[in-house]
Structure formats: C-alpha cells, structure tokens
C-alpha cells in the first residue's frame, strides 16, 4: 500500500513515526488522527470528489506530519518523565525493602556461621588497642556470662546484629506487604507494566551481585572493621555470610530476569 | 490569517469555540473555520495537541464518545477554562485596543 492508494493510511503510518512519548498519548493522538481524516473523506465524498481525491484533501488540510507530530511532541519528554516518575519511585521502594528482607537474612546468616565457626570468626574482637572503660562496663552489664571485656563485646556484638538486621528484615517484609497491597493486581500493577520487565530483576541481579561480591572479597581478605563509638569489630565471617546473602539474592534476581525475557509478552 | 499570528491565540480560539458547548476535535475545527468565514486556517492537525495542552491544564476535560460509531473524544471547557477564557478574553480586547490605536495614529 503507498500514499496514492490509501493517502490515509499512509499519513498515519508516517505519523506515527514521528510521534514521541508515553504510549497512550501516541495512541490517543493516531485515534483522534484517524477520526477526523476519516470524517473529512466522509465529508469530501459527500460534496462530490472520488474517495482517493476526498482523503489527499483531508490530508492535505490536516498539515504536513512532521508538523503536526512537532506540536504534538511538545512537552513529550515532561510527559515521559511524569509518567515513569511513580513506577520508578514504586520500583525503587521494592528493591529497596529486598535489600531490607536480605539485610534480615543476612542476620540469621551471621547466627548460623556463629554456630558452626565461633563468634570470634563472625564477629571479630579489636586487637591492639585497649577497649574504653565506659564501653567495657557497658558490655558487661549487658553480657553477665562474659568472662573478659573482649568476650563481652563479642557476645553484644552478635546481639545487636541479629536484632538490628531482624528489626530491618522486619521492616521490609512490612514494605513487601503494603506494596502488595496497594498494587493489587488491577491498576497499581499496569501501572509499573510502564517500565521494561526486565528493568526491576536487572538493576536488583547487578545490584546484589555488586554488593555480595564486594563483601565475599573484602571478607576473604580478613581485614578487621572497627567502627562505632563503642568500638566493636566485624569479622570476616560476617562479611562472608553478607556476601553470600547478597549473590544469593542476585542469583534469585537473575532467575526471574531470565523468566521474563524469555516468557510470551502479557496482555496489556 | 498567516498562521503564526494565529498560534499565539488558538488556545483563546479554541476555549471560545468550546464555549458554546461540547465537541469533538473536528467539530472545533469546523466551528473555527465557519465562525472566521475562513480566515481562520491553521493546519488541522496542530489544533489537537493544542486541545490536548488545554486539557493537562485543567481548563478542559475529555471523554471518548460512547455514543459515536468513531473513536473521538468530546472536550468541554472546565470551570478554571471558563475564568481563564474570561481573563484571556479582557488581555486580548486591551491587546487589540492598543494596536488599533498605535495603528490608527499611523495613518
């Protein structure tokens, strides 16, 4: 089919190449196109010329589509921004309370490696240099069964990881649940069909591989971290099981990627 | 009319046109055409992303004619398009005095 057939049909074709931003606006640009060039026709064919003479008219009068597709353009980009802006923010949310969840497992990870290779390997004690008295007394206080300040500070050091890493894990599965519900499986849930499928499994597969990468390597490496006003330590082992957590959850990113690319297109 | 004059003035158009009630985009064209004597020309296609700029301003509303064997979407002027027509209408009616004027003191 060409321009001299169908003048038409060959107007919206090339429209609809020069259109730009969200797809419902494109769509709802060609159906009002198409409307009023056909009721131009009608109206060409009513007042006497041939159907082909009444459509290159119509055409003729509805402006070059360069033109046309340059005002339309206007504000796509704004348009564009606006429109990915809260399925990019609702996507953020979600890897983010993944990151919680992980953080969580992270915790119960650092408790089985405890178990199997000792606090000291997973949590570490500060070597060289005295702990304050303050931060000993706290500790003690804390950890009555300790023998040493050292220990004392291990044993609260474990302590305060799990509960803080659970209280995280906690926290994002809190966030998983809201976002369910909120999204459902009716507007919320098209309304992050906006972005590419694979985007979300993606930046979550890098992300965590980055991340679990990083700490198996920094772990392997057993260098100490001391830090906090109390001057605890981490292990290796801490990093280890981090790190594991983390190519684990990029592992999980990665298989629902490969789902999706290779799963049939859903229905819009 | 050279179209250039026109752009910075179809929105007034076409709030004026959309005043007298609903319609659909190639109704507002028409009526334009018709209440200019023709005068009027503006390459059609451009009036609906103009219709479509009017409405993400909130001084039009749409709506697909369920009533139409087509597919075309009905406009009609919102509260906030009735005061901005209002407020454009006084802006152009000054705008037009002082041209006259300048114009008449030339000749």
């Known amino acids: ?268 | 009319m050279k179209r250039d004059r026109i752009k910075g003035h179809l929105e007034l158009l076409l709030l004026s046109v959309l005043q007298a009630g609903p319609a659909h985009g190639y109704e507002v064209i028409a009526a334009l055409r018709r209440r200019s004597d023709g005068e009027l020309d503006v390459p059609e296609g451009t009036v609906y992303p103009a219709l479509h700029k009017l409405e993400e301003g909130g001084l039009l509303s749409s709506e697909w004619d369920a009533g139409s064997t087509r597919r075309r979407r009905v406009y009609r002027l919102t509260a906030r398009g009735e005061s901005a027509l209002e407020a454009e209408r006084t802006a152009w009616r000054r705008f037009r005095a002082g041209v006259d004027a300048v114009i008449a003191g030339a000749s």
């Open chain 1, 1 to 268: 089919m060409n321009a001299a057939d169908a003048p038409v049909e060959a107007y919206l074709d090339a429209l609809i190449g020069e259109l730009r931003g969200p797809a419902a606006h494109i769509r709802r640009m060609l159906a009002e196109t198409e409307d009023h060039l056909r009721a131009a026709t009608d109206e060409g064919v009513a007042a006497g010329l041939d159907r082909a003479a009444a459509e290159r008219a119509a055409v003729a009068r509805f402006g070059p589509p360069a033109e046309v597709a340059r005002a339309a353009n206007d504000g796509a980009t704004v348009r564009t921004l606006r429109g990915l802006a809260l399925p990019g923010v609702l996507t953020a949310v979600r890897l983010g309370a993944v990151g919680l969840v992980a953080v969580g497992v992270t915790g119960l990870a650092c408790t089985a490696l405890r178990a199997v290779a000792g606090t000291a390997y997973v949590y570490a004690a500060r070597t060289g240099v005295p702990y304050p008295p303050a931060a000993c007394a706290h500790w003690r206080a804390a950890q009555p069964a300790a023998r040493t300040c050292a220990q004392a500070a291990l044993l609260e050091s474990a302590d305060d990881t799990l509960l803080l890493r659970g209280a995280a894990g906690v926290l994002g599965l809190l966030l998983l649940g809201a976002l369910a519900i909120a999204l459902g499986r009716g507007r919320g849930r098209r309304l992050l069909r906006t972005l590419p499928t694979a985007l979300e499994p993606t930046i979550g597969a890098a992300l965590f591989l980055a991340a679990g990468l990083g700490m198996i390597i920094f772990g392997a490496s057993g260098t100490l971290v001391t830090g906090g006003a109390l001057g605890t330590a981490t292990g290796a082992g801490q990093w280890l099981a981090s790190g594991t957590v983390a190519v684990l959850a990029a592992l999980a990113y990665a298989f629902v990627l490969l789902r999706r690319v290779t799963a049939p297109l859903p229905d819009r």
